[in-house]
């Protein structure tokens, strides 16, 4: 538990670390000496000086133990307020002034619960009642004893709800920064499985292809001496090296920066498509935007961007349609060039030919794609789409719970 989460808990009358609270605390003393001592001077019977002198005890005792034992503070308080209400009959102004203040702090202090508050109270009042009836006191003295008290216990009453509800509020409100605590670690956890999986999709992907080439190029230096195929499988090998280290940059680039939203991105991605390759790219979407879990938003972004390089590669003037629609339960990527390519005699053949001279190897090609998209229950589908076109589409079932 933190010091601030002790620090609600704790009951606490009055900021005790307030510059001016021992001016009060020395004020109300005072208060309460002076009359005690004029009634002492008049040589009141012994139990009443005793009465009176331990009532005052209490007082100070309350004073100096409240802030380092609430309980004990109050039981003192209690004790106060019980022996100078049953000397109120013969005390009258002096008494009834310790009882009305230390029952009034009482009702305000937040450490003793409701039915020993209303317990000491009722017995006060049946104290002064019983001690003004039984002496020889007028009766006049009980009418406003018993008034000064009642108002004294309201005011209390009133100030220790104020104080129980400050309490309960600063308690919720640790509460809520220890909730907010633990879904920051759970986005954090969740972004670095993130990282997790987009350097695993890079660094394996990239390095795979390029020890497979090499591979090829020993087997063919070492059985076959077909030193001109062997060189280009070298050459290869340094492209896949040098598009694995573009990736790694693009990868960590991305990571380093917010995830934006996914319409954003897809704009952006679009504009640098159209600048680089002097192709139209349109972008829609269509249903109701609403926030998506990062590892959607990566894959259908990644899809998105390995269909346009797809398209820059083997349509390379086809005006390009990319179409973002959300749906009740899933969210569907679309992206359409109207060319279709040429070398592309099935949706499996595209960029997924090991011995394509530009052959990717980080692995987003179809095959990377759906693999990336299986990560988040996602399906991926691609062919000619029967109008002289050709389209990837990727739909992800995204419900209620995964999102973040």
Same mark, same amino acid.
């Given at each position: 538990?933190?010091?601030?989460?002790?620090?609600?808990?704790?009951?606490?009358?009055?900021?005790?670390?307030?510059?001016?609270?021992?001016?009060?605390?020395?004020?109300?003393?005072?208060?309460?000496?002076?009359?005690?001592?004029? &009634?002492?001077?008049?040589?009141?019977?012994?139990?009443?000086?005793?009465?009176?002198?331990?009532?005052?005890?209490?007082?100070?005792?309350?004073?100096?133990?409240?802030?380092?034992?609430?309980?004990?503070?109050?039981?003192?308080?209690?004790?106060?307020?019980?022996?100078?209400?049953?000397?109120?009959?013969?005390?009258?102004?002096?008494?009834?002034?310790?009882?009305?203040?230390?029952?009034?702090?009482?009702?305000?202090?937040?450490?003793?619960?409701?039915?020993?508050?209303?317990?000491?109270?009722?017995?006060?009042?049946?104290?002064?009642?019983?001690?003004?009836?039984?002496?020889?006191?007028?009766?006049?003295?009980?009418?406003?004893?018993?008034?000064?008290?009642?108002?004294?216990?309201?005011?209390?009453?009133?100030?220790?709800?104020?104080?129980?509800?400050?309490?309960?509020?600063?308690?919720?409100?640790?509460?809520?920064?220890?909730?907010?605590?633990?879904?920051?670690?759970?986005?954090?956890?969740?972004?670095?499985?993130?990282?997790?999986?987009?350097?695993?999709?890079?660094?394996?992907?990239?390095?795979?292809?390029?020890?497979?080439?090499?591979?090829?190029?020993?087997?063919?230096?070492?059985?076959?001496?077909?030193?001109?195929?062997?060189?280009?499988?070298?050459?290869?090998?340094?492209?896949? @090296?040098?598009?694995?280290?573009?990736?790694?940059?693009?990868? &960590?680039?991305?990571?380093?920066?917010?995830?934006?939203?996914?319409?954003?991105?897809?704009?952006?991605?679009?504009?640098?498509?159209?600048?680089?390759?002097?192709?139209?790219?349109?972008?829609?979407?269509?249903?109701?935007?609403?926030?998506?879990?990062?590892? &959607?938003?990566?894959?259908?972004?990644?899809?998105?961007?390995?269909?346009?390089?797809?398209?820059?590669?083997?349509?390379?003037?086809?005006?390009?349609?990319?179409?973002?629609?959300?749906?009740?339960?899933?969210?569907?990527?679309?992206?359409?060039?109207?060319?279709?390519?040429? @070398?592309?005699?099935?949706?499996?053949?595209?960029?997924?030919?090991?011995?394509?001279?530009?052959?990717?190897?980080?692995?987003?090609?179809?095959?990377?794609?759906?693999?990336?998209?299986?990560?988040?229950?996602?399906?991926?589908?691609?062919?000619?789409?029967?109008?002289?076109?050709?389209?990837?589409?990727?739909?992800?079932?995204?419900?209620?719970?995964?999102?973040?």
């Amino acid at each position: 538990m933190t010091t601030d989460a002790r620090s609600a808990r704790t009951p606490r009358f009055m900021d005790h670390y307030s510059s001016t609270w021992w001016i009060a605390e020395l004020l109300s003393t005072l208060l309460l000496a002076w009359p005690l001592f004029t &009634v002492l001077r008049q040589g009141p019977p012994l139990w009443i000086s005793a009465a009176l002198v331990t009532s005052m005890g209490c007082w100070v005792a309350f004073l100096g133990a409240e802030r380092y034992s609430p309980r004990s503070a109050t039981t003192a308080l209690a004790v106060c307020s019980v022996l100078s209400s049953a000397t109120v009959g013969t005390a009258q102004g002096t008494a009834i002034i310790i009882a009305a203040v230390s029952v009034g702090i009482l009702a305000s202090h937040p450490t003793p619960g409701a039915r020993l508050i209303a317990g000491v109270c009722a017995l006060d009042m049946t104290l002064v009642s019983a001690s003004v009836l039984t002496s020889e006191t007028s009766p006049i003295v009980l009418l406003s004893a018993i008034p000064v008290m009642l108002v004294l216990i309201l005011l209390g009453l009133s100030r220790r709800q104020y104080q129980i509800h400050a309490q309960r509020t600063a308690q919720l409100l640790e509460e809520l920064r220890q909730a907010q605590q633990a879904r920051t670690r759970a986005a954090a956890l969740d972004e670095r499985a993130r990282i997790a999986r987009e350097m695993h999709d890079v660094l394996a992907h990239s390095l795979g292809g390029l020890g497979m080439q090499l591979e090829v190029a020993e087997a063919l230096l070492s059985e076959q001496e077909d030193p001109e195929t062997a060189l280009q499988h070298v050459r290869r090998s340094r492209r896949l @090296a040098a598009d694995g280290l573009a990736e790694a940059r693009n990868a &960590v680039a991305a990571l380093r920066r917010d995830i934006p939203s996914l319409p954003a991105a897809l704009d952006e991605l679009a504009d640098n498509h159209r600048r680089d390759q002097h192709t139209d790219v349109s972008v829609h979407t269509t249903g109701t935007g609403r926030s998506l879990p990062s590892g &959607v938003t990566v894959s259908l972004l990644d899809t998105a961007r390995e269909a346009l390089t797809n398209a820059a590669k083997h349509a390379p003037t086809a005006a390009i349609a990319i179409t973002l629609d959300y749906g009740e339960s899933s969210i569907r990527l679309r992206v359409h060039n109207a060319g279709v390519p040429e @070398a592309a005699n099935s949706p499996a053949t595209l960029d997924d030919d090991p011995d394509d001279g530009d052959l990717r190897a980080d692995g987003f090609g179809l095959t990377g794609m759906r693999e990336r998209l299986a990560l988040v229950d996602g399906r991926l589908t691609a062919g000619p789409d029967g109008a002289g076109g050709w389209s990837v589409t990727a739909d992800v079932p995204v419900t209620e719970g995964s999102h973040r």
